[in-house]
């Protein structure tokens, strides 16, 4: 399977714990972004990554989620001392160049994360 | 400040038109529309980059009014498959790093 994988596709977690979510990108891929999609809800731009590098996380909650994609291996979203209202589906997307405005992203299946 | 889609939802028989439009308070540099069936992962269905552009996918297609700050989605002679829920996203500059999408339309297409 050559698309974005995302694992695991389900993760249940009880409040305070932490939550790891991986993301595998495109073969070839080396531009990753996070979306939160909450029921009924559009998708909700967190973060972007290149290898090794931030390029914008300014719809990244400041305390508790950092991400990060190394030079090996998938990308992470780590949600530290998850609430209630970490509660939603996570998206990853990746895309062959940087240039958003006219490159297509293509989607994994996503994340559901649940809080007890 | 993301996008406006209009209609929320839209019921269609098979065979009927739908337009989805999508309305920006910001300058638009492109717009990107993506497909979402239930539970899973939304799948690109096409970008437009200049006013008054227009594209198409199969029996779907799109136009960019960049004045407007609007594009539409034309779904002519509906299919079963193309039930769903449509996003549009846009970019708010020639190097925009995220793409700010609407709320989404949901689609029903009946038999």
């Known amino acids: 399977n050559a698309g974005v994988m995302q694992n695991p596709r389900h993760l249940v977690r009880r409040r305070g714990q932490e939550a790891r979510l991986r993301c595998s990108p495109m073969?070839?891929?080396?531009?990753v972004y996070w979306y939160r999609q909450l029921p009924e809800e559009g998708l909700k731009f967190m973060v972007y990554l290149q290898k090794e590098n931030i390029i914008d996380e300014s719809g990244m909650p400041k305390e508790r989620f950092s991400a990060e994609f190394p030079k090996e291996g998938p990308s992470i979203l780590r949600i530290q001392q998850v609430v209630r209202g970490d509660s939603a589906a996570y998206f990853c997307?990746?895309?062959?160049?940087?240039?958003?405005?006219?490159?297509?992203?293509?989607f994994g299946d996503g994340t559901r994360l649940s809080i007890l | 400040q993301q996008p406006v889609q209009s209609p929320q939802a839209v019921i269609l028989r098979e065979g009927e038109d739908a337009v989805i439009n999508c309305s920006s308070s910001k300058a638009l540099y492109s717009v990107h529309w993506y497909r979402q069936k239930h539970g899973e992962a939304p799948v690109f269905l096409m970008i437009l980059l200049k006013g008054g552009e227009q594209k198409g996918h199969e029996k779907i297609s799109a136009s960019f009014n960049e004045k407007k700050q609007q594009s539409s989605l034309y779904l002519t002679a509906s299919q079963l498959s193309y039930s769903g829920t449509y996003f549009c996203?846009?970019?708010?500059?020639?190097?925009?790093?995220?793409?700010?999408f609407g709320s989404g339309t949901q689609l029903t297409v009946l038999p």
């Open positions: 997307a990746s895309s062959q160049q940087g240039r958003v405005l006219n490159q297509p992203q293509h």
């Open positions: 996203g846009g970019t708010e500059s020639g190097s925009a790093r995220q793409l700010t």
């Open positions: 073969k070839g891929h080396s531009h």
